[in-house]
């Protein structure tokens, strides 16, 4: 199974062929806020409401947790785990999401740095084709504002 990082990852920037695409892809994957449920086990139309990404991953993951937490719980006192066979579980487990949260990361500063680099080629295109064209260009749509 392929992760998402190397999936993400191996997709060029001229994958999309325009810029305008690029960033409507990426503004489909809007940063905040956005409208995502709360994990429950019964979801309705209601339970859709408008949260910061870090306050829907925050309580998400909070829910999972704690839903993982009583299930691993019950299997462990099942077949005896001590505590501190159980404490190693939990770390192995914290290492590995802490992993996936790393490597997230990662790929999302890929996608930003595609991005600073497709919008500074898309400035050096229009600078050429309006000096090709013997017209001016607006200086201020021309200012570095990629952080």
Same mark, same amino acid.
């Given at each position: 199974?392929?992760? /998402? %990082? ?12 325009? &810029?305008? !695409?690029?960033? %409507? ?6 940063? $905040?806020? /956005? ?12 339970? $859709?409401?408008? *949260? ?7 309580e998400s993951l909070t829910n999972v947790?704690?839903?993982? %937490?009583?299930? $691993? !719980?019950? /299997?462990?006192?099942?077949?005896? *785990? ?11 487990? /914290? ?11 990662? !790929? ?6 595609? &991005?600073?680099? %497709?919008?500074?080629?898309?400035? !050096? ?7 090709? $064209?013997?017209?001016? *260009? ?10």
């Amino acid at each position: 199974m392929e992760s /998402i %990082a190397t999936s993400r990852s191996s997709q060029s920037p001229k994958a999309f062929s325009t &810029f305008t !695409e690029r960033l %409507a892809e990426r503004k489909s994957r809007s940063p $905040l806020p /956005i409208c995502s449920p709360l994990l429950k086990t019964r979801q309705t139309s209601n339970d $859709l409401m408008l *949260y910061p990404a870090s306050q829907t991953i925050g309580e998400s993951l909070t829910n999972v947790a704690s839903n993982t %937490a009583k299930q $691993l !719980e019950n /299997i462990w006192d099942e077949v005896g *785990y001590t505590p501190e066979e159980r404490a190693g579980q939990i770390a192995e487990l /914290i290492n590995e999401l802490k992993s996936i949260c790393d490597q997230k990361v990662t !790929e999302e500063h890929g996608v930003a740095e595609q &991005f600073r680099n %497709a919008i500074l080629d898309a400035k !050096e295109e229009r600078k050429s084709t309006c000096a090709a $064209l013997k017209i001016q *260009y607006d200086p201020n749509i021309m200012q570095n504002q990629v952080s």
